[in-house]
């Protein structure tokens, strides 16, 4: 199947990123190259360094590069800074994250990560480690249900939970529509009327499987220690908890002062690390919206350190 992958937000973050010719950018999720190809081309003796832990992205992201000023690194972006850094790199212009998952993993059946076609239940990125047939086989009710709650905002989570662990004792879950079906048929009916049932659970698999938020945290911080004064950090999010997690350090990293407000001078010493782009995050426009349905949840935000 092609790459087909349609970049969210592209001139807004392109704008934002503010490419220098002669800068040093990263794209920590190269994905089918649409971002990362906007970048290198924009390059004249800067370079692009393009991740991501999908091997069918490297290559198709390996392809799409050519020519240009730009290398493919197949690793997560949570190890962005040693990667970076063993190869003499210590500062960079301009870091982007376009998190989630891309329509190429979720048009492509066979990566099951989508509740709409029939396929293995398996969800990992990367393609190794542990996959979601695993974790639904074989872990315990309570350990499923912190998942969906925790990663899906499940409110059913743990009703969903003891279903599964209830069917799975009569045979493996194997396949995605099984699970979507288990999941389907643990929540009361007007729970089925607001999207799809497995939407949530399926999502807080997919972060579980490949450890997302984890790797968000670890990155949010080696990031804008990278950045060069000025360096701009973007960051596509696609669902709340991401954004959440996202909002948040941002706003720590445009925090001054914390002294309490009865002091008559500050002691802390504490002085804001970084500023906002915009205050609040960019949006799919109307057109974009219309061309591209997956739009409708993405959020930029964007930090310029100081």
Do not use: W
């Not at 992958?5 to 934002?16: C, N, P, Q, R």
């Not at 063993?86 to 190429?104: A, M, N, T």
């Not at 970084?274 to 919206?289: D, F, M, Q, S, V």
């Amino acid at each position: 199947m092609e790459f087909n992958h349609k970049s969210v937000l592209l001139t807004e973050t392109i704008e934002a990123l503010n490419i220098k010719p002669d800068g040093i950018y990263v794209d920590g999720t190269a994905g089918g190259a649409g971002h990362s190809s906007e970048i290198a081309k924009k390059l004249k003796s800067g370079k692009l360094y393009a991740f991501d832990r999908d091997p069918d992205a490297v290559s198709i992201a390996t392809e799409r590069l050519k020519g240009l000023n730009a290398e493919v690194v197949n690793s997560n972006f949570s190890e962005m800074k040693s990667v970076l850094n063993g190869k003499g790199i210590e500062k960079v212009d301009g870091i982007l994250l376009d998190l989630g998952v891309s329509s190429y993993q979720l048009d492509t059946a066979e990566r099951g990560f989508s509740y709409h076609k029939e396929a293995p239940l398996d969800m990992r990125m990367s393609k190794s480690g542990m996959t979601a047939e695993y974790v639904v086989n074989n872990f315990t009710a309570g350990e499923l249900s912190d998942i969906f709650k925790r990663f899906g905002e499940e409110k059913f989570s743990y009703r969903i939970a003891e279903k599964i662990v209830a069917y799975r004792e009569k045979e493996p879950i194997k396949t995605t529509l099984q699970l979507a079906e288990i999941i389907a048929n643990s929540v009361p009916a007007a729970a089925r009327r607001d999207g799809h049932p497995a939407r949530k659970c399926f999502q807080a698999l997919r972060i579980a499987v490949n450890g997302e938020l984890d790797a968000l945290n670890k990155a949010l911080e080696d990031c804008f220690e990278l950045l060069n004064k000025d360096g701009v950090l973007a960051i596509i999010t696609f669902h709340s908890l991401e954004d959440r997690m996202v909002k948040q350090c941002f706003k720590e990293y445009c925090t001054g002062c914390t002294c309490p407000p009865d002091f008559p001078v500050c002691v802390c010493g504490k002085t804001p690390r970084g500023r906002l782009y915009t205050r609040k995050p960019i949006e799919a426009g109307k057109e974009e919206l219309n061309e591209n349905p997956r739009s409708r949840s993405a959020k930029l935000r964007v930090i310029i350190k100081n």
